[in-house]
């Protein structure tokens, strides 16, 4: 049975930013870095909103004036996310250690123009299975869905 990829949109937003991804770092170094710059961002964005968010909170809860219940982030929303927020960052370092290790191995200029050269080939293609592999981990709709095509 012939696999066909999804074209639901969120698969198509995948297609579009792996493509991108590969376009744009070709070569193993600019992807180590990117990758690392990626998870990065992502950390420094997460713990800044921690931070904001439980700022928030104490100040509420050492405030008995009501003036402030006009927020529109409730104290059990910020407190659910919160610990969400928490096991998130601990996985964000996780990868972290992980890259860390990647970032040991180190390519001759000749491997990475072997990089450089499949990443020609593999950007354009749209329905490249590795690629299609990896969009399951993103993928929310159930199998049995098929393909809508939502253009
Ligand atoms: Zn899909």
């Known amino acids: 049975m012939a696999q066909e990829p999804c074209q639901?949109?969120?698969?198509?937003?995948f297609y579009k930013h792996h493509?991108?991804?590969?376009r744009e770092f070709p070569t193993f170094k600019q992807q180590q870095?990117?990758?690392?710059?990626?998870?990065q961002s992502?950390?420094?964005l997460c713990t800044k909103v921690t931070d904001e968010l439980q700022r928030e909170l104490s100040e509420r809860e050492s405030n008995d004036n009501n003036s402030?219940?006009?927020?529109?982030i409730?104290?059990?929303?910020?407190?659910?996310?919160?610990d969400e927020l928490e096991s998130v960052n601990a996985y964000l370092y996780s990868i972290e250690a992980l890259m860390e290790r990647i970032f040991d191995t180190k390519v001759s200029k000749n491997i990475e123009s072997k990089f450089k050269e499949i990443a020609?080939?593999?950007a354009p293609d749209p329905l490249n299975m590795d690629r299609l592999i990896l969009n399951r981990?993103?993928?929310?709709?159930?199998d049995s869905t098929d393909k809508e095509n939502i253009s």
């Open 8 to 13: 639901c949109s969120d698969c198509q937003r």
């Open 68 to 72: 402030l219940e006009e927020k529109h």
């Open 137 to 142: 981990l993103f993928h929310q709709t159930p």
């Open 120 to 122: 020609n080939e593999l």
């Open 19 to 22: 493509d991108r991804l590969i």
């Open 74 to 82: 409730s104290e059990k929303e910020i407190s659910e996310t919160l």
């Open 42 to 44: 992502f950390r420094t």
């Open 33 to 39: 870095e990117m990758n690392w710059a990626s998870i």
